[in-house]
């Protein structure tokens, strides 16, 4: 089955950055949807940014100005360049990809990474 391989968690001090990546181990066709959601405990998870057509972004309100997402439906991947991280930006952060696989909906997930910002 198809996997999301998601790196580039860890520690930072608020105001520093981070770079998220993503992709998958196998080939999703027909990609509609790429994007990167967030949990913190306690917190339903939220979006955090998306692609939802080429040429397309959209951003949390909390995150705009500070967080770029790009991707490559071609090669599976999408990326989340974090900048100016603040204490309040600590979560599991997940990709989200939605497409087609043998030639089926479907809607895929990574299995999260930690991203914690000190104050």
């Known amino acids: 089955q198809v996997q999301l391989v998601e790196s580039g968690g860890g520690l930072v001090q608020a105001g520093g950055s981070l770079t998220l990546s993503c992709t998958a181990s196998?080939?999703?066709?027909?990609?509609?949807?790429m994007g990167w959601y967030r949990q913190a405990p306690g917190r339903q998870r939220e979006l955090v940014a998306l692609i939802p057509d080429v040429g397309s972004t959209n951003y949390a309100a909390s995150v705009k100005g500070r967080f770029t997402i790009s991707g490559d439906a071609a090669k599976n991947t999408v990326n989340l360049q974090m900048n100016s991280l603040k204490p309040e930006d600590t979560a599991i952060y997940y990709c989200?990809?939605?497409?087609?696989?043998?030639?089926?909906?479907?809607?895929?997930w990574g299995q999260g990474t930690q991203v914690t910002v000190s104050s």
């Open positions: 989200n990809i939605k497409g087609l696989r043998l030639g089926v909906k479907r809607d895929y």
């Open positions: 196998g080939t999703i066709s027909n990609i509609n949807a």
